[in-house]
């Protein structure tokens, strides 16, 4: 019984299944757990930015475009681009400050003050002195008066030297303590990735300017395409150094001031240190430092050289720094970053000053997917604008102290303008996105507008990716398990499209993110796993069942079995059994040589099973002159008796063409015994040498109906059963109620005459 269902398994239809769950769990846990299919996924994600966004423009008349209105753009964004008009007009980048300086006034120095843009980013470094002090002034003055400017910082993993990295965190600290720290940052801060490096405005203009921040995107994979905003970084600086030695149990550090303790791999590899220490983990630490660490050579005996090693821990004080993006959102919004709650890996909650909160999705790293609108805009003046785009040109005036000389209003109220630059022969501010190269200031217009409409896109959770990986795989192993490959391919290939269809609609209607690599790589994986699995195994049935049933049936009836192959064990089943055998053949072999004899036997014997093959009779065994056949085995047939009667028929008329060729001395007669009831068919046999054949009472009765036709000197003999079965399809005389041996009821027995007209 258990190596019944050993085999059962194994069979392709139920392995298929196995195989499924095997390739469902095994992507589950290596897709959703590891990085494995993080450049997939951001490659599908650039594919869904394709689908999503496509630019729709008509010719309103010759020469006169008209671009469909795009919803998902917020429309108090404004990007000024430094182009090619503003570099005809003021010369060769870098302007003077007091070019910006000018710009800056232009937008703040207006009558009605209620009308002011909401905050304007200069989205230029400003981090020496110029050559000429005037200009600095200048500037310094203008983004005082405006109180709107908000300006920009850049971080870096790599230290710049202690010495600037004192000076700019010098500059850092009127930033930091008009941002100040979020109110909670989850437990998990430790293990965001630090920079060390920083590079900041002058002092005059971070205490001049409203708000900061960082100016940082992350380019997702080694092609540098840009998808992700961090929202919240981590600036650590450099307060000193502890050696292992010198370290004991009762050192400590201000957790609440985001003091953290880390010691460096060999590769540069960070560690954290968990604090408070015991006995055992500083042990522990111990031997990881000496282990992985680099060493620290120093002279312990004061001879000049070197003698001793040591190994070396950092203590660094930690600043969170909101992106530049996120610093402009919070000025929208009313709220303060020291407000915000920040949970890396999950998400960051801002307190609008409405009481209303925003809940924005983050990775371990606190960034955010930027929901890019649309393609990259032209800055031709009649190309295509995902983001309305103005000329600096425009914008940088000059304008006199006296209000009285001021305009009403500049058609900027509320807006969010940002200014940056907007022309290929400037400074390297090009980075690739999912929709192409984009400058700089126009992808921090993308991201500000995810923040500002909340279009956050957002990951299926982890249990709805695997219920999705299991389904989709499951579905696949039971198309490629129980159908025919001419089948199981299009259906699977329909599914894997169809689901990237799907997920395709779903992030373009809800903005959810499907990881669809995963379980398209299951459904692949899964199918071609049981292909192979089928072909090699059923292959191997296949030649088990030619070359157990090749010399009994047809070779129609054989490729009907290798679609549904039978069952090779012993079971019971209604069939119907024929048995012939010549008449006088003993006296017959008396005149014939042996040669003579088997020559003419053969001829015989081969049109009689010609007859059984092609009514699809299975042939059992010849026993000298007699034959064996049965029908409804090993594939069923609902027309079994039928079949048994039209080949008795058929091998009667062949018998009367044959005895008209052959002389008189070789013509044959033969007897026909044919019984329908339920009969155990299988392999009958040792293990070295089997037999597919039939037992059974009514096997027996079969065989006695065929010697019966000495006694009532007819042809064909069938049972009352089989009788029942096929009289409206045929001619019977009744001949008898008879009592064969075995048999305790009396038969009644039919003589087949012909078929009915």
Known sequence: MAGENVRGLLKTRNFGFVIGILFSAFFSL?????????????????????????????????????????ESVSPDILIVGIDVKALQRFGSWPF???????LVNYLSRIKKQDEREKSLLLDVFFIENSADPDNDSALVKSISDSGRVFLESILDTSSFGETLDEEMFGRLLPLLEKAGTPRVIGGTWREMQPSVGLQTNLWDLNVAARG????????????????????????????????????????????????????????????????????????GLRDAMFDKAPP?????????????????????????????????????????????????????????????AVSIPVDEQCAMIINFAGPASSAATDGYKTFPVRSYAGYSRETGEDADSWDETRALGGKIVLVGAFDKGMADDEKQ??????????????????????????????????????????????????????????????????????????????????????????????????ILYRSSTEEREKRKIRAMFGKYVSPEVVAQMMDHPPELGGVDRELTVFFSDIRGFTSLSETLTPQELVRHLNEYLSAMTDIILETGGTLDKYVGDEIMCFWGAPLEVRDHASRACRCALMQRDRLEELNAAWPPERRLAIGIGINTGVMTVGNMGSKGRMNYTLMGDNVNLGARLEGTNKVYGTMIIVSEYTYATVKDEFVFRELDTIRVKGKNRPVVIYELVDYRT
């Open 296 to 356: 620290l050579l120093y002279d312990a005996d004061g001879d000049g050289n070197p003698n001793e090693e040591t190994r070396v821990l950092a203590v660094y004080r930690d600043y969170f720094i909101p992106s530049i993006t996120f610093s402009l959102a919070l000025d929208y919004w009313n709220a303060a970053f020291a407000d915000c709650e920040v949970y890396p890996g999950s998400e960051i909650i801002v307190r609008k000053a409405d009481g209303t």
């Open 212 to 283: 900061s921040g960082a100016a940082n995107v992350v380019a997702d994979d080694a092609g540098g395409v840009v998808r992700r905003q961090p929202l919240v970084f981590k600036y650590s600086r450099f307060l000193g150094e502890i050696t292992i030695d010198d370290l004991d149990t009762s050192f400590a550090l201000d957790e609440n001031e985001y003091e953290r303790l880390s010691w460096f791999e060999k590769n540069g590899k960070e560690h954290v240190v968990q604090l408070p220490l015991s006995e055992k983990t500083l042990a």
């Open 433 to 530: 996105t999912p929709y192409g190269m984009m400058f700089g200031i126009e992808i921090h217009a993308n991201s500000l507008n995810t923040l500002l409409t909340g279009a956050f896109i957002r990951h299926l959770p982890r249990w709805g990716n695997v219920l999705l990986v299991f389904f989709l795989t499951m579905l696949t192993a039971f198309f490629a398990a129980r159908m025919k490959n001419f089948l199981s391919l299009p259906l699977s290939l329909v599914l894997a499209i169809s689901t990237f269809i799907g997920c395709s609609l779903v992030f373009d209607h809800y903005n959810i993110l499907i990881n669809y690599g995963v379980p398209f790589a299951g459904m692949f994986f899964t199918y071609v796993t049981i």
């Open 30 to 70: 290596v897709g959703f757990s590891t990085g494995l299919f993080g450049n997939i996924e951001a490659r599908l994600l650039d594919t869904f930015f394709s689908f999503k966004n496509p630019v729709e423009r008509e010719a309103v008349q010759k020469d006169v475009w008209k671009t469909a209105e795009n």
């Open 96 to 102: 003077p400050r007091s070019r910006h300086a000018d």
